[in-house]
């Protein structure tokens, strides 16, 4: 399998998965344009997208659906509540509110929570290879918590420092409670606290995503989840941060 995140945080969102019949994009929250020029840096050919994974409706998430559906045509997999909040018009939707098998390829649904009426993150496995996907939820349900472990590549939100955030003048202090609630961002330490549960002897990657530019920085996000796993006895140093602007490495694992 093949993992890119190719923007993340507020501005928009897009991951590219590729397995070995599939290739993925999880959500288009920027332009056409940008997710095409950044696809084929990779010598990713965008007509060969076949299907897209939407994980809830914001517009950081869907704003460039429609116009890269017009143009390549691939399925979309979403919910009904997510399709309706995003006022899409999609003319053949393929409806996931559970898991999937398709080909060798297992997608699993897990239900995050955000202030949205409906949102997903997911699991894509393939021949004993797994990536996770989750941004933009409150929390992680101990549900899921065994399934989540000790997988190949984690695409994990990793959104604000509390402190920053607290002591930013520019955000209402509603708006802080939203984003520090259980329907709003994982902070650094939430998202190290996760993490430190979930990597595992075959873990090879961890891409901290949805990184917010006022209220973090890198260095905050990797310096948390490094003390985490410190205080666990876990050694792991294959870290990323994705970024907004500048995709990851086209990592293969």
């Not at 989540?148 to 802080?176: A, G, I």
């Amino acid at each position: 399998m093949k993992v890119c995140v190719l923007a993340s945080g507020s501005k928009g969102n897009c991951t590219y998965v590729e397995t070995d019949h599939h290739r993925i994009l999880i959500d288009i929250g920027t332009t056409c344009l940008n997710i095409e020029k950044k696809l084929k840096e990779k010598d990713i050919n965008p007509s060969s997208i076949d299907m897209v994974l939407m994980t809830h409706a914001h517009t950081d998430h869907i704003s460039g659906l429609p116009v890269f559906l017009k143009k390549y045509n691939p399925s979309v997999y979403i919910t009904p509540k997510i399709e309706k909040e995003a006022h899409l018009k999609l003319s053949n939707p393929i409806y996931i509110d559970s898991d999937l098998e398709i080909d060798n390829m297992k997608i699993t649904v897990l239900k995050t929570s955000h202030d949205v009426d409906d949102s997903n993150g997911y699991i894509i496995e393939e021949n004993g290879t797994s990536v996770v996907y989750i941004t933009d939820t409150g929390y992680v349900n101990e549900r899921y918590h065994t399934v989540l472990s000790n997988r190949s590549v984690y695409v994990f939100e990793s959104n604000h420092d509390v402190e920053k955030l607290m002591n930013n003048p520019n955000y209402p202090h509603q708006t802080k409670i939203r984003i520090l609630s259980d329907r709003g961002h994982l902070s650094n330490e939430d998202s190290a606290y996760y993490l430190s549960k979930f990597i595992g002897k075959d873990t090879k990657i961890v891409i901290l995503a949805h990184l917010s530019e006022q209220n973090n920085s890198p260095e905050l996000a990797l310096s948390s989840l490094q003390k985490e796993l410190s205080s666990h006895q876990k050694k792991f140093s294959n870290i990323v941060i994705a970024q907004q602007k500048e995709a990851t490495e086209l990592f293969e694992v």
